[in-house]
């Protein structure tokens, strides 16, 4: 389980995308010898768009959900192996994995979130709400 740090000056005057930004920029990639996932994060007009490396993995390994404006990413998998040859016995057993949580802007619309898992890569598509989508204004000319 990951702690999320809470500072409660910052939380009054944060712009939300500025919180976002900076869970990927730490380099907290590596928790107690637990590998955690690279993510990369961009902004487009109308989406945020997350993409984590999850090599190894099958969309049924992976859970994302988001609980109280939080973004999380967790995958848990155990492996058994078992061998046996000539008189040795071989029996192997591998847990992994890991949990990742994001602050979500408060301009996301959480509820249309698109989460699409390919060649390792989990890309999750988060719509901004259309009042934070940009907006072109018309400049007309005025004749006097």
């Not at 487009?44 to 404006?69: M, Q, S, W």
């Not at 192997?92 to 979130?113: Q, Y």
């Amino acid at each position: 389980m990951n702690l999320i740090k809470y500072n409660p000056i910052k939380s009054i005057f944060d712009t939300g995308f500025d919180t976002f930004l900076d869970r990927f920029f730490d380099d907290s990639s590596i928790s107690g010898g637990a590998c955690l996932p690279r993510v990369d994060v961009k902004e487009t007009g109308d989406n945020y768009v997350l993409e984590a490396d999850l090599p190894g993995l099958t969309e049924k390994d992976i859970e994302v959900r988001v609980d109280n404006g939080v973004l999380i990413l967790s995958s848990a998998r155990k492996e058994e192996k078992e061998e046996k040859k000539d008189n040795y016995l071989i029996k192997e057993r591998r847990e992994t994995s890991f949990s990742r949580s994001f602050v979500l802007p408060k301009n996301t619309d959480r509820d249309n979130i698109d989460a699409k898992y390919a060649n390792g890569v989990l890309t999750l598509t988060i719509p901004k709400t259309e009042e934070a989508k940009p907006k072109s204004i018309e400049v007309k000319s005025h004749k006097g």
